[in-house]
């Protein structure tokens, strides 16, 4: 099978079950957003130091492609059926709830905001919590025009929470310090 098909060459692209649209369309922004998150977090994996993050990590990797493959599949239609996707990972989100309040015992308490940063592994979450952020915005506006489950945009939300957490996780057990944010004064001289 070659990579190439050229059949893009003309800025197409197919859908899964058929159809195509403008590779600017809104639900290939959504569903490109996604692909990109997951390889940020395929990225982050090899910043990440704890493996229990990194496994967990691994988990939500394999949810995203089930999450862009629904995305990339539009509602059935007069003479078109929708193929059967992954089914979405909706026990997911009550897991990433427990791994941020498990997180949440260990760490100290949040009193000031954080910048990204501290280790090379907390910095690539942090990436990959505004890369999903983004991707988050672009399933919300495709939802504003198609039908779209509201279970991604939840997934989508609580994985950044998940990604903000970890972050501050990897520093801790890195033996790093979080980037608190000062409010300056001033610029300061070089």
């Not at 994996?45 to 492609?65: E, N, Y």
């Not at 791994?99 to 280790?119: M, N, T, Y």
């Not at 994985?159 to 501050?168: G, I, K, M």
Request: charged content about 25%.
């Amino acid at each position: 099978m070659k990579i190439y098909t050229r059949t893009g060459d003309d800025g197409g692209t197919a859908l899964f079950g058929g159809g195509r649209v403008r590779k600017h369309e809104l639900r290939v922004d959504a569903y490109g957003s996604v692909d990109e998150l997951n390889s940020v977090l395929g990225w982050a994996v090899t910043q990440v130091a704890d493996s229990g993050i990194a496994s967990r990590l691994g988990q939500i990797q394999h949810d995203l492609f089930a999450i862009g493959s629904d995305l990339a599949t539009p509602p059935a239609r007069e003479n078109r059926i929708r193929p059967e996707t992954p089914i979405l990972p909706l026990e997911r989100v009550v897991a990433m709830e427990r791994w941020i309040d498990e997180a949440d015992e260990e760490l100290p308490e949040l009193r000031v905001f954080i910048l990204p940063g501290g280790s090379a592994g907390a910095a690539a979450l942090h990436v990959a919590r505004t890369v999903c952020r983004r991707a988050e915005r672009a399933v919300v506006r495709l939802g504003e025009t198609e039908a779209v489950s509201l279970d991604v945009v939840t997934y989508l939300n609580r994985l950044s929470d998940v990604l903000f957490t970890f972050a501050r996780l990897e520093n801790l057990r890195s033996g790093h310090a979080d980037v608190e944010w000062v409010q300056s004064s001033g610029l300061e001289p070089l």
